[in-house]
């Protein structure tokens, strides 16, 4: 556990460099910054660059930060990084565009499927019991890698000459490598002795972004 920790942080320092670094040397002619507002109230960071290729192709790199190992009793620590090229119908950084995107993503927290607490069988597949008498009963938790491909939509509102809004949304494929554990004791429930791999195709991007144009 201590040895995946580490692993963990070193990762997730070193994609928030990779990341933050990319963003400054975009910033240039031609270039907008972004942060996803719906998202600030919860403590929640998702920022990105975007810098136009061609009259109506653009590339933009992004970032999500959730930094919470507890919200609201659920775990959501993410660390994402995104690279997305857009197509824009009409001029770059206006009105209705389409893109594609990869990310990469480290992460602990809890998919849908396991917020509530549910109970833990014993090695025979009975539920387990506690020295009161009572089932033991726990909810789970994954930490892990994501890989994320997939196609996004969306439209660029222009306020004035700098200012903007970018509502967009997207789903993709993500393939993760994970490990689960039970919340009460950290141990392993999902039987893998090494990594458990999952795939599914999943809405991945939604956001209302305000943007400045440099």
Known sequence: MLVYKQIF???TFKVLIVAVSFCFLWCSAQTEVKINAP????GIFNGAV???????ISVQAE???????????????IYMGTLEGRYYFDEVMKKWYVGAYGSIALFNLQKWNYYNASTVP???GNPQRLPDGSIRMTERFQKGVSFIFGISGGYHFEINSKLGLDVFAGIGTSQSIYKGYLKDNHE?????KKWNKSGEMIPTRVGVMFTYKL
């Open 39 to 42: 998202f600030i109230p919860i």
């Open 50 to 56: 975007e810098k136009a290729v061609t009259e109506k």
């Open 122 to 124: 014993d090695e025979n």
């Open 9 to 11: 942080r070193y990762l």
């Open 188 to 192: 392993r429930y999902d039987g893998a």
């Open 63 to 77: 970032v999500f930060v959730s930094p919470w190992k507890s919200f609201a009793g659920k775990n959501l620590q």
